[in-house]
């Protein structure tokens, strides 16, 4: 882990040879997400720190640098964009500490970056480092397959352009489509690495009201790994070979049929209270895709989730600071409908 007092340093860029600006149309419908994740690269560089000495150098960049994927930092490495004291060593070189990490990232001039859009934001928090806003349900946070624009990413890059220069345009971490809540974006690189940083050691603080099918136990925590479900790629699933997961739970009221639960993510999967809900025979309400285990017939528009608490460590002044979002209007609907039924 770098120390706080060698944060990744934004490096100046060379002028790179491009047709088009960063923040021009999207070039199709059909790309990936690291069709975008290498248009918002960053030169960077730091210095290991001594804690990593002995770590071999492709496990010391995900530390050094944690904005960036495993996967994304391993292909750098291997094209030769990243140096280690001038030198572009072998992955499994161990390091020493105190050495001279530089990431030069490659020139993509066809790379199918997202425009900025103006669209509204319900921003709860913003300063020089942070910006914290309550993500309606509905609105995807960065563009994809089938979604080439009109998603939070489009807004935020109109609202604070200078987030085209930060990776993944200071996005650490995300909310699904259809799920409602707090969400936090990093302003500039030092921000995004710190609070990279405070997401891999488990330091933030995330909240999530969900209203679930049948009644379930008073409390519990669901210790599962989640991969990849092998039957279809755009699930995933509670698997032996996934990675660790964990989310804590408690019911906060009852309905007979259903329940509203408070849960705690202790780590971060993808769709991981909802793989973990289905789990335990209690998927929410509305959840289309994860619903094993639904015995009751309850309808709602979406899953029934919102991010309703964030609480992190403020990357400049160190402070504890903590947000909160009330829930919207259809899941504040939905209990109202609970409870005359109860």
């Given amino acids: 882990m770098v120390s706080s007092g060698s944060p990744p340093e934004k490096m100046p860029q060379p002028a790179r040879k491009r047709t088009r600006s960063k923040l021009n149309r999207m070039s199709g419908k059909n790309y990936s997400e690291s069709d975008w994740e ?3 690269a960053a030169a960077l560089s730091a210095t290991v720190p001594p804690e990593l000495g002995g770590l071999r150098f492709d496990q010391a960049l995900a530390r050094v640098f944690p904005q960036y994927s495993r996967n994304r930092l391993q292909a750098w490495l291997k094209s030769g964009h990243i140096t280690l004291d001038g030198k572009r060593p072998p992955a499994r070189q161990a390091v020493s500490g105190g050495e001279r990490v530089v990431l030069e990232p490659p020139a993509v001039p066809d790379a199918a970056v997202p425009q900025a859009q103006r669209m509204p934001l319900k ?10 806003l309550d993500k309606p349900a509905g609105l995807v946070v960065h563009p994809g397959a089938g979604q080439p624009d009109r998603t939070l990413m489009n807004a935020l890059l109109a609202h604070a352009p200078r987030l085209a220069g930060v990776p993944r345009a ?16 990093a302003k500039n690189v030092e ?11 488990r330091s933030v603080r995330r ?16 210790d599962a790994a989640i991969g990849r479900d092998v039957r279809s790629r755009v699930r995933m699933a509670v ?3 996934g990675k660790p997961a964990r989310t804590a ?7 007979g049929h259903a329940a509203l639960l408070e849960c705690r993510l202790e780590t971060g999967r993808t769709h991981q209270i909802r793989v973990h809900l289905q789990h335990i025979r209690h998927p929410l309400v509305g959840d289309a895709t994860y619903r094993r285990g639904t015995r009751h017939g309850l309808t709602f528009s979406r899953q029934a989730l919102h991010a309703g608490e964030l609480t992190l460590t403020h990357p400049r002044t160190r402070k504890v600071m903590t947000w909160r979002a009330p829930l919207p209007r259809d899941m504040k609907r939905l209990l109202e409908a609970l409870r005359k039924g109860a």
Avoid: C, N
């Fill in 239 to 241: 698997s032996q070979r």
């Fill in 123 to 132: 921003i709860v928090h913003e300063d020089a480092d942070l910006i914290v």
């Fill in 249 to 255: 739970y408690r019911v906060v009221e009852r309905f």
């Fill in 207 to 222: 909240l999530y009201l969900a209203v679930v099918q049948g009644d379930p136990p008073a409390s519990g925590i669901v």
């Fill in 38 to 40: 290498e248009g918002f």
């Fill in 170 to 185: 200071g996005i650490v971490h995300r909310l699904d489509k259809d799920t409602s809540g707090l969400l936090v974006v």
């Fill in 191 to 201: 921000a995004q690495a710190d609070l990279a940083r405070q997401l891999a050691d």
